[in-house]
């Protein structure tokens, strides 16, 4: 299977969010979740999810604490807050109107 080199722009908020929506995360799994929910298919960079995770902090829709991991080690541990949750929704519904779209203009068989 091919890989694309990017994500449709704009998704990967959606991702972030929704892995989150599933249980809190540290950055480095939050991309590996990604890539194993996709059968490998998507893989985000650390150049792209690491500015992407700082951007939804900022915004609100995540928040971030220091935890010691299983293995002993300090990560930086993501997780969903309620607008964030609200703001997965919104993505959510505009994802499923341009997929929508998308699929219908790829099925056409008449001019």
């Known amino acids: 299977m091919t890989r694309p080199s990017n994500l449709v722009q704009g998704t990967l908020d959606l991702l972030i969010l929704k892995i989150l929506d599933l249980e809190p ?3 480095w ?3 590996q979740r990604i890539r194993q ?5 998507l893989q985000v960079s650390d150049g792209s999810l690491y500015p992407a995770l700082h951007k939804l902090e900022q915004q609100g829709w995540i928040a971030a604490e220091w935890r010691v991991t299983e293995n002993n080690r300090r990560a930086k541990v993501y997780a969903l807050t309620p607008p964030g949750r609200r ?9 499923e109107r341009l997929s929508g779209a998308i699929t219908h203009v790829v099925r056409l068989t008449e001019a």
Do not use: H, M
Not at 37 to 41: I, K, Q, Y
């Open 25 to 27: 995360r540290s950055g």
């Open 29 to 31: 799994a939050i991309g």
């Open 37 to 41: 929910a996709s059968n490998d298919a």
């Open 87 to 95: 703001r997965l929704e919104e993505e959510r519904a505009s994802w």
